[in-house]
Structure formats: C-alpha cells, structure tokens
C-alpha cells in the first residue's frame, strides 16, 4: 500500500538549472566576441574591394581621355564608376559612402592629371590595415593619412607602426587618401 504523503517527482534542481545557464551564457559571449570579429574583417575586406573596383572602374573610364577632369562622387555614380553597395540616395544627391559608413570621396587634382579617392570615418586599426596594405605601385603617386603626411611610391608599402601613427584618432575619424595618375 502506498503512503499518502509520498511523491514520485523527478526533474532538474535548481542548482542543475543555473549550471546549465552559466555555461550558455559563457557560450553566448563567446560567440558574439567571434561574430564581431568576422564582421570586423568582413567590413575591411569589402572596404578593400570597394577601393579596387572604384579605381578600376576610373581608370577604364577615363582611359582615353587626356585627364580626370570633371571627377567628381556624382559624376562617380552617374557613370556607374562606383560599386552598387557604395551608393546612398539617387540622382543629384547620390553620396559614396565605405563599408564602415564613412563618407567616400573621388576628385580630379589640381592639374587634372591625378585623382584621388578619399575614405573617411575609419577607425585606428582599420585606418592602419588599409594604409599598410600593398597596394602596388601601378599607378599609385601617394597615400595620405589623417596626420596629413603624404607617403609617396618609394615609401610604400607604409609600415604597420607608421600606419598606427598616421592613423592617430582613436574614434572612427580617421581618412586615408590614394592618389593615382
């Protein structure tokens, strides 16, 4: 006969429950750490991608003409000399933007014999990844940090703690400016 006071209830104690959040949550930041992290080198390659087709895009456009006169960022998106994904808005108010949502600019020099192409609103390690990447030197006069100090062919590749120095901001303010010919 059985008594009236026993139970029969199984089930997880409390202690066992709280194990098994702890351990979901040190997995949770953990993938979140390593997901930031792919998304960091996700936005510089596509902001390396997006560098080397506007160039491309320029120099087979303006390969016959005699200079880079009249490049300006909207003439840049009327030609479709810009990637898709750099485009904000339509027609006359069309801006280039980068990966990383900073504002991206494409002119003819002076003389209109150069041009260049201008990111803005990059943080210190993308900053310094993009300006110590080799970028050849096809074509490429100068690359211009946010410091302002101009790094000609002979001094390219730009070293990582150079880059780092020229790269000085340590929010997302910092510009990087290839000029080619």
Known sequence: MKKIFESEQSGRSMVEMLGVLAIIG???VGGISGYSKAMAKFKLTKAQDQLTMLLMN????????????????????????????????????????????GNVDVVATSNNLNFSIKFEGLGKETCASLASTDWGTDGLVSITLTDNTPHTVDQLPISLPDAFSGCSSEVANNTITWTYY
Do not use: Q, W
């Open 58 to 101: 320029i120099r087979t456009a303006y390969a016959t003409s005699p200079s880079y006169s009249g490049l300006t960022p909207s003439n840049a998106v009327a030609y479709n000399l810009a990637p898709s994904d750099m485009i904000a808005g339509s027609g006359t108010s069309a801006t280039l933007h980068n990966a990383f949502g």
């Open 26 to 28: 040190v997995l949770s």
